[in-house]
Every structure is written in structure tokens, then in C-alpha cells.
């Protein structure tokens, strides 16, 4: 069975600092995975996504990821945090049925 | 244009209701789903439709009822409301119906069950 597990239900970090959001995935066959954000009172929308083309992905708003088989992560960083980076962010692996299976979830804070 | 539209965005209700959620995509997509958030956050996949077929249906108690009349429609008929169902329900589609497609979602429907 596929799962997604994210360390660290809340980071909160300084405007400008390094971001730094973690998700460890459990696969049996090559996963596709995923980070969703979810701004307050919004729907989930795609931050970027591992389809084993490139272990280093790059997504919008200066996110990028990097898929690490040997330490089954696909952690999700950002070189300087912005205000309106604060959200809640989603690492998602993709069934073969189709649907996402998601991990609980990380709400990352900015402070001034 | 909204590529995921949902209706209502609020629903408040009684406990005993039956009540029905809408859920229209303009992406030309194959495949729709209903998720759950729950107040913790946590999203679980509920149901799947693949042109107008249904796919998954992950132990769902069978108050639930989705309806596909059109591959750009999916609505989700909620009967004999429950406290427990108080949740934001989300829409999403995707071209095809492996695990590999972004899935597109829509802004949620907050259900609140008095």
C-alpha cells in the first residue's frame, strides 16, 4: 500500500529564511509524486510534481523538490520565504486507480 | 473562467437532511473525484468517476451518492445528514485516470450539520 507521511504538522519560519517542508513516502512500485498548497478558505492547487523524469523538480512561486529513492523522501524547499507563502501544504502520492493519496499536511507560518 | 466550479461554497444544515453538492469542470477531462477534508485537514479520496463510470468508491457509508450525467458533471447527494459529515468537501478533475495527472481542484464546499 502507498502512504505519504510529513514530518512536522507546523513550521513557522522568518521572512527571507530558508523553507524547508519534509515528506517521506512509502512505494512498492515507482511513485508519482506530488505537493499540493492550500490557501486559507481555498482549493488545493498543484506547487509541482516527480514523474521520474528529473529527481530535481521545480515548481511555481520558487518551490522546488527533490526525490530521494534511497531516503524514499520528496522534501520541498525554498531558498528565502515570503509572506505569502503562508499555507498549508499537502505531499500527495498518486495511485495507479487515479486518485491522490495525501499526508496530513504541513501549515507553514511566516513571520515579518 | 473557472476550470472547477462547485456549488453551494457554504451548506449549514440539520442533522436528518438530505442534501446535494454540484460540481462542474470546463477541462474537457475524463476524471472527476469527491474528497473529504476534515477538520484536521486530513483529504481522503471518497469517489471517482471515469466518463461517467465510477471507479472508486472508498468505504463510504451509502448516505453518499455521487451522480455523473455527463463526464464534466459530478454532484455528491448527501441523505440523512450526520453530525460526522460536517466537512469541506472538494471537486477535482484530471485528464486520464492514472496517478500520474496533476489533478485540478475546486474551491470546496463547507458543509456544517447542526
Known amino acids: 500500500a502507498q502512504s505519504v507521511t510529513q514530518l512536522g504538522s507546523h513550521v513557522s519560519v522568518s521572512e527571507g529564511a530558508l523553507v524547508l517542508l519534509r515528506c517521506n513516502y512509502s512505494?512498492?512500485?515507482?511513485?508519482?509524486l506530488f505537493w499540493y498548497v492550500q490557501y486559507p478558505n481555498q482549493g488545493l492547487q498543484l506547487l509541482l510534481k516527480y514523474t521520474s523524469a528529473a529527481t530535481l523538480v521545480k515548481g511555481i512561486n520558487g518551490f522546488e523538490a527533490e526525490f530521494k529513492k534511497s531516503e524514499t523522501s520528496f522534501h520541498l524547499t525554498k531558498p528565502s520565504a515570503h509572506m505569502s507563502d503562508a499555507a498549508e501544504y499537502f505531499c500527495?502520492?498518486?495511485?495507479?486507480?487515479?486518485?491522490?493519496?495525501f499526508g496530513k499536511g504541513t501549515k507553514l507560518s511566516v513571520k515579518p | 473562467d473557472t476550470a472547477v466550479s462547485q456549488t453551494p461554497k457554504y451548506l449549514v444544515t440539520q442533522m436528518g437532511n438530505d442534501k446535494s453538492i454540484k460540481c462542474e469542470q470546463n477541462?474537457?477531462?475524463?476524471?472527476m473525484y469527491w474528497y473529504k477534508q476534515d477538520s484536521k485537514k486530513f483529504l481522503k479520496i471518497m469517489f471517482s468517476y471515469n466518463n461517467k463510470e465510477l471507479i472508486i468508491n472508498e468505504t463510504v457509508p451509502n448516505r453518499f451518492s455521487p451522480k455523473s450525467p455527463d463526464k464534466a458533471h459530478l454532484n455528491l447527494h448527501i441523505n440523512s445528514l450526520e453530525l460526522g459529515d460536517s466537512a469541506v468537501y472538494f471537486c477535482?478533475?484530471?485528464?486520464?485516470?492514472?496517478?500520474?495527472?496533476?489533478?485540478?481542484f475546486g474551491p470546496g464546499t463547507r458543509l456544517t450539520v447542526l
Open positions: 477535482a478533475s484530471s485528464p486520464v485516470r492514472i496517478g500520474t495527472d496533476t489533478q485540478y
Open positions: 512505494s512498492s512500485v515507482p511513485p508519482y
Open positions: 477541462l474537457g477531462h475524463d476524471t
Open positions: 500527495a502520492v498518486g495511485r495507479s486507480q487515479g486518485n491522490l493519496i
